[in-house]
C-alpha cells in the first residue's frame, strides 16, 4: 500500500507558474505509473497528466498539452506536475493517484484505473 501526500497548491496570477509535488510513503515508488487528476466545483474528476513507471512515457489531457509537465523522481518518490501559462479554467482541486503495474511504459488516464489517491491540493487562478 502506499500513501500519497500532494503539496505545492495556491493561489495565482493568469499566466503565472505553479509546481505541484505528490510525495509517495514506501519503499516501492518504482512499482507505481502515476496521475494526476483535478476536479472544479461541480464537476467530474477529469484526467490531467500521467507517467508510466520507469518514467519514460506521458501523457496530458487536450486541455493542458503545451503548458504541463508531468515527471517523476524516484530517489525522492516524488512526482511532480509543472504548471505554467496557467489559466481560470485549470482553477481546481488536484488529486495525485497511484497505480501498481507490471508494465513499465504505460501510462493510465482515467480514474478507475488507479489504486490510491491523495487527499488533494486546491489550486486556484485569478483572472
Known amino acids: 500500500q502506499v500513501q500519497l501526500v500532494e503539496s505545492g497548491g495556491g493561489l495565482v496570477q493568469a499566466g503565472g507558474s505553479l509546481r505541484l509535488s505528490c510525495a509517495a510513503s514506501?519503499?516501492?515508488?518504482?512499482?507505481?505509473?502515476m496521475g494526476w487528476f483535478r476536479q472544479a466545483p461541480g464537476k467530474e474528476r477529469e484526467f490531467v497528466a500521467a507517467?508510466?513507471?520507469?518514467?519514460?512515457?506521458?501523457d496530458s489531457a487536450d486541455s493542458v498539452k503545451g503548458r504541463f509537465t508531468i515527471s517523476r523522481d524516484s530517489a525522492k518518490n516524488t512526482v511532480y506536475l509543472q504548471m505554467s501559462s496557467l489559466k481560470p479554467e485549470d482553477t481546481a482541486v488536484y488529486y495525485c493517484?497511484?497505480?501498481?503495474?507490471?508494465?513499465?511504459?504505460?501510462?493510465?488516464?482515467?480514474?478507475?484505473?488507479?489504486?490510491?489517491w491523495g487527499q488533494g491540493t486546491q489550486v486556484t487562478v485569478s483572472s
Open positions: 514506501g519503499r516501492t515508488f518504482s512499482s507505481y505509473a
Open positions: 507517467i508510466s513507471r520507469s518514467g519514460s512515457n506521458t
Open positions: 493517484a497511484a497505480r501498481t503495474t507490471s508494465y513499465t511504459g504505460t501510462y493510465y488516464d482515467r480514474t478507475t484505473q488507479y489504486d490510491y
